[in-house]
């Protein structure tokens, strides 16, 4: 009878064996799918934090210098975002802050000159000019000189309009040129029935034209001006995303509408 | 010969539990920390910008974790932005858990 039975014990620990091995396996898996879902939830976390602060930085550039952000960008080695920067909306971008007043503009030196006009950055942010186009109507007639604040913004000779100026003139948030602006001519503009001026901002943006002289009954206010930007937050080594998108008006520095979208970007 | 047989492979197993009980308690402390990493965030976020500054809690909310917000900023003229990182580690631990980063600009609002 002891004959008969020798080696169960054997068989019954093998199959105890497989069984206990194939329970601990089940359970590896288990565990290992558990890892993953933490992983993909920290990555969610941090992605969307990214996503954010791409916004933010998007701001800041955008409150520095007027421009716009677009790409990639690094947060650190083991963080990025993508944004994607547009204006729109109402005058757009940079130039929907700009307010051009020219209901005391004269002429001087030898009615060559047309000044007394002003101009003002309605933003909390500071605003940049790249280009300044001037148009007149009386010709011959040729305009020689451009100036902004008492600063000699461009120099030249431009004896047919529209003369399209190539400057650099930054106007800090809230603030108003008011003395010494000044569009010069070689010539009287005494009879001239319409000269306008039109701006183009850093961020691509442009002022609609506005009339400087003759005086004009109120000032060219641009409707307000907005950015919609994107922004996709990524964690690397992972195809992982999490994108967001606000609208900030360029007039009162403030994030009317934010959003989680799911859309990779740009 | 049993004996044997089942000691050899009873050893590896039970590393392999010993292992698995471990990690259990491991993915709760990742959890754990990233939850109360977002819950540093999410209160500096909604604190005024210039009140944002580094601090290191330890036992954060009373949870045996140590939370440190690291701040720094970059300014050009008036215009600002601080770059925002938490931290979180296990008391007595320097390993870092969870790490996250954000961005908070200057001058600007949010909301309608």
């Known amino acids: ?266 | 010969m049993t004996i044997v047989v089942v000691g050899i492979v009873a050893l590896p197993i039970s590393i392999t539990v010993a292992k698995h009980v471990q990690s259990v308690f491991v993915s709760q402390d990742y959890i754990t920390a990233l939850n109360l990493a977002r819950l540093e965030m999410e209160r500096i976020l909604n604190t005024a910008y210039a009140s944002v500054a580094s601090a290191t809690t330890n036992n954060y909310l009373g949870y045996a974790y140590n939370v440190a917000t690291t701040v720094t900023e970059t300014v050009s003229g008036l215009q600002a932005y601080k770059i925002i990182t938490v931290s979180v580690t296990k008391v007595g631990s320097v390993t870092v858990l969870v790490t996250l980063k954000n961005y908070m600009v200057k001058n600007v609002t949010w909301g309608l």
Not at chain 1, 50 to 61: F, K, P, R, S, V
Not at chain 1, 108 to 131: D, E, F, L, M
Not at chain 1, 150 to 179: D, E, F, H, Y
């Open chain 1, 1 to 266: 009878m002891i004959k008969k039975n020798k080696g169960i014990a054997l068989i019954a620990a093998i199959m105890l064996i497989v069984f206990i091995s194939t329970a601990v396996l089940g359970l590896s898996v288990f565990i290992v799918g558990w890892y993953k879902q933490i992983d993909t939830d920290e990555k969610e976390v941090r992605c969307i934090y990214n996503a954010q602060a791409g916004i933010n930085y998007a701001l800041y550039n955008y409150r520095v210098s007027a421009a716009l952000t677009n790409g990639a960008t690094a947060i650190d080695a083991n963080n990025n975002f993508t944004l994607s920067t547009v204006s729109g909306g109402g005058g757009g971008g940079a130039s929907g802050a700009v307010i051009i007043n020219a209901t005391a503009s004269s002429l001087s030196g030898a009615k060559r000159t047309v000044g007394g006009w002003t101009i003002r950055n309605n933003s909390a942010a500071a605003i940049t000019i790249n280009q300044v186009t001037v148009t007149w109507q009386k010709t011959p007639k040729t305009l020689t000189s451009f100036v902004i604040n008492n600063v000699t913004a461009w120099t030249g000779s431009i004896a047919t309009p529209p003369a399209v100026l190539a400057v650099s003139i930054t106007i800090p948030a809230n603030t108003t040129r008011t003395t010494n602006n000044k569009i010069i001519f070689n010539s009287s503009a005494a009879r001239d029935a319409g000269i306008t001026l039109a701006f183009r901002m850093t961020d691509g943006t442009t002022t609609s034209p506005c009339t400087v002289y003759p005086a004009q009954a109120s000032s060219c206010v641009q409707s307000a001006g907005s950015l919609t930007i994107k922004s996709m937050g990524k964690t690397t080594g992972s195809n992982q995303y999490r994108s967001v998108q606000a609208t900030y008006n360029t007039t009162t520095g403030n994030v009317s509408d934010y959003d989680e979208i799911f859309q990779t970007v740009p």
